[in-house]
Nanobody, 126 residues
Framework: QVQLVESGGGFLQAGGSLRLSCAAS????????VGWFRQAPGKEREFVAA????????NYADSVKGRFTMSRDNAKNTVYLQMNSLKPEDTAVYYC???????????????????WGQGTQVTVSS
């Protein structure tokens, strides 16, 4: 079983940048597809980005495409989400999620993931 811990959230002004990290323990992350999701106050959790186990395939939500970059370092058992040009509407709790995957696939639905971190808050002021 893999445990996930997000970090890197914070409070910043619009236009700024943050890099979130999702560190895994318990199992090597190299066998897992990983996704980032977020949940804003009063809204349902939504897909942000996802990558295949090898990082070769990455998919982004339209709302973050061109501003966010997801990457992974399997040697460090960590996945990252670089967020640039942040907007107030990016304010949310950001979660990483993982699932074992034997294929080079990414998954955009939260129901496809078995393991979740506790989330990290990102607040962007206007």
């Amino acid at each position: 079983q893999v445990q996930l811990v997000e970090s890197g959230g914070g409070f910043l002004q619009a236009g700024g940048s943050l890099r979130l990290s999702c560190a895994a323990s318990g199992r090597t992350l190299s066998s897992y597809a990983v996704g980032w999701f977020r949940q804003a106050p009063g809204k349902e959790r939504e897909f942000v980005a996802a990558t295949s186990w090898d990082g070769g395939r990455i998919n982004y939500a339209d709302s973050v495409k061109g501003r966010f970059t997801m990457s992974r370092d399997n040697a460090k058992n960590t996945v990252y989400l670089q967020m640039n040009s942040l907007k107030p509407e990016d304010t949310a709790v950001y979660y990483c999620a993982a699932r074992i995957s034997s294929t080079v696939s990414y998954y955009t639905r939260e129901t496809m993931y078995n393991y979740w971190g506790q989330g990290t808050q990102v607040t962007v002021s206007s």
